[in-house]
């Protein structure tokens, strides 16, 4: 409930495959932002990175369902790298590909949700700090005869050792827009607004990444330019270095410079 509203949230489960430890958390929608965040959130909860990641084959991530050869989108490829991991998605159909979710799934269904579904909340916060109390306890749970032990117990003891380090820094969560086309302006579109990059690159494809605040243009890996991000509609950001010198030229011909130079032949001439 947000200011007096009713809002669905929607549930984020993860779970490790031999101990079972699992990771829940709310988040408003679906799309992009949140399924990276959530990732982001897990790596953080585990304290490190599974050598491998399986996710459904939902679009957000998964641009093409294969077994053998999927199609990772350019965002989700991007938090997967940051991570130095692997991504194999289940296929369509196929819960087999990923039975440790399914259970963590349905525990998730019996300990998490059973127990929040008489409870009203007026943020998301809220609400993970709720869900948060509840993994906790879910995980410290004793297993059932003959396992000895808790999730968390467990993990500890078999899986934190063998997960590789967390990075330096956490990702950062951004949006991929791909093949750009840099235009005789020496200016690419990206969200109806434009921003430069060297006039050198012109006519060519590059890859631009954004962030709430900046937008990164890339060719062949390498950045070629860096923006803060402007919303709106027909807005520009142009860097006098991206341009040609004739233009670099025309430009600095501001009507301040044009009275210093002035000035420069004498007083009645700035006059």
């Known amino acids: 409930m947000v200011d007096g509203s009713v809002r669905q949230a929607q549930l984020f489960v993860a779970c490790l495959p031999c101990t079972g430890l699992i990771y829940a958390e709310a988040s408003w929608t679906q799309k992009q932002e949140d399924w990276l965040a959530a990732h982001v959130c897990l790596f953080g909860f585990l304290g490190g990175v599974p050598a491998k990641v399986i996710p459904d084959n939902l679009k957000t991530g998964i641009t093409h369902a294969s077994y053998y050869d999927p199609l990772v989108n350019a965002s989700y490829a991007a938090l997967i790298k940051h991570y130095d991991t692997a991504v194999l ?21 019996r300990w998490i949700l059973a127990c929040l579904r008489n409870r009203q909340f007026f943020s998301l916060s809220e609400l993970n700090q709720a869900i948060q109390v509840l993994v906790a ?18 993990f500890e003891a078999i899986e934190r050792p063998a997960l590789r380090p967390l990075p330096k820094e956490p990702y950062v969560i951004g949006e991929w ?17 434009f921003y430069s990059v060297h006039y050198s690159v012109v006519g060519r494809k590059v890859d631009a990444f954004l962030t709430p605040t900046l937008v990164e243009v890339f060719h062949r890996g390498e950045r070629l330019a860096c923006h803060p991000r402007v919303f709106g509609v027909n807005r520009w950001q ?25 000035a420069k032949v004498g007083l009645a001439t700035a006059a």
């Not at 998605?89 to 998730?108: C, F, H, Y």
């Not at 306890?137 to 032990?149: D, I, Q, V, Y």
């Open 89 to 109: 998605p289940a296929r369509p159909g196929k819960p087999k590909d990923k039975p440790s979710v399914e259970n963590g799934v349905l525990q998730a269904y």
């Open 137 to 154: 306890e879910l995980n410290h749970k004793p297993l059932s005869p003959p396992r000895e032990g808790s999730r968390r117990s467990l």
């Open 177 to 193: 827009k791909i093949e750009r086309t840099v235009h005789k302006d020496y200016h690419i579109a990206v969200d109806r607004n």
């Open 238 to 262: 142009t860097l006098d270095q991206h341009m040609p010198p004739a233009h670099a030229a025309v430009a600095r011909r501001t009507p301040d410079w044009l009275r210093a130079e002035a």
